[in-house]
């Protein structure tokens, strides 16, 4: 079973400095049917014009990434951490028991394009922790690369929750197939280009939630830029 949730359809503002698309129930945009899948809980893509962001602010018992498509954000927290995150960079915090961070576009021309999401932790009190990690193209063309799982497998990223998060760059015309495990669930997030999943087609921002299937199957309908999840 596939329920497609079309980028038109998700939660927008513009704020100027900050334009957000919410998938799920954000701040304040509220749709009770829309408010998580498994333990995903946010998928906010977010475009920040240059010298602005987030201010610092507070998390706790939450696991959050983050990935850049174009541009650089600065990333600074409350452990000390204090990094840059640029395009095939990939971003885990672990909020736990409590942290504070901000978020700033350090360029004075080029706004900041990303993906932040949320997902539930495993359990609540975990000791706050943070990782940055770059991921080699290569192995992500035409196939999908792990980049964060609950084992770190694979050289991916540790996540404190029970999924596994792949990233996929797609020629047009290529196929890459994903099995899902008996009693899993996936969610895809188109961030760039067409894709025909399980002969549904799908645009840029566009997303998926795939249940009750043996399968995806994922056909570049142009060159594309993907994100899946594999969810207990």
């Known amino acids: 079973m596939l329920q497609v949730r079309r980028a038109a359809d998700r939660g927008h503002f513009d ?14 945009y509220v749709d009770r049917e829309h408010t998580r899948f498994r333990s995903l809980r946010v998928m906010n893509e977010d475009v920040v014009q240059p010298g602005q962001g987030f201010g610092t602010h507070p998390h706790e018992n939450m696991e959050i990434v983050t990935y850049v498509l174009t541009g650089a954000l600065e990333h600074r927290d409350s452990m000390g951490n204090g990094e840059v995150l640029r395009p095939g960079e990939f971003q885990r915090m672990t909020a736990g028991t409590g942290i504070t961070h901000s978020e700033f576009n350090p360029s004075d021309s080029e706004p900041v394009h990303l993906y932040q999401i949320w997902l539930f932790p495993e359990r609540n009190g975990l000791e706050p922790s943070y990782e940055q990690k770059a991921f080699d193209k290569a192995g992500r063309q ?29 020629d047009e015309g290529a196929v890459v197939e994903h099995v899902i495990e008996s009693g899993r669930h996936v969610w895809l997030q188109v961030l760039r280009g067409t894709v025909d999943v399980n002969g ?7 997303g998926v939630a795939i249940s009750d299937e043996a399968a995806v199957s994922i056909t570049g309908a142009s060159a594309a830029e993907i994100m899946l999840f594999d969810l207990a």
């Open 200 to 206: 549904e087609s799908l645009q840029t921002s566009d």
């Open 142 to 170: 035409n196939q999908l690369q792990l980049v964060a799982s609950q084992d770190a497998g694979e050289g991916s990223l540790l996540i404190h929750q029970d999924a596994r998060i792949y990233l996929g760059d797609l």
């Open 15 to 28: 704020h100027g400095w900050l334009d957000t698309h919410h998938t799920f129930s954000f701040s304040r």
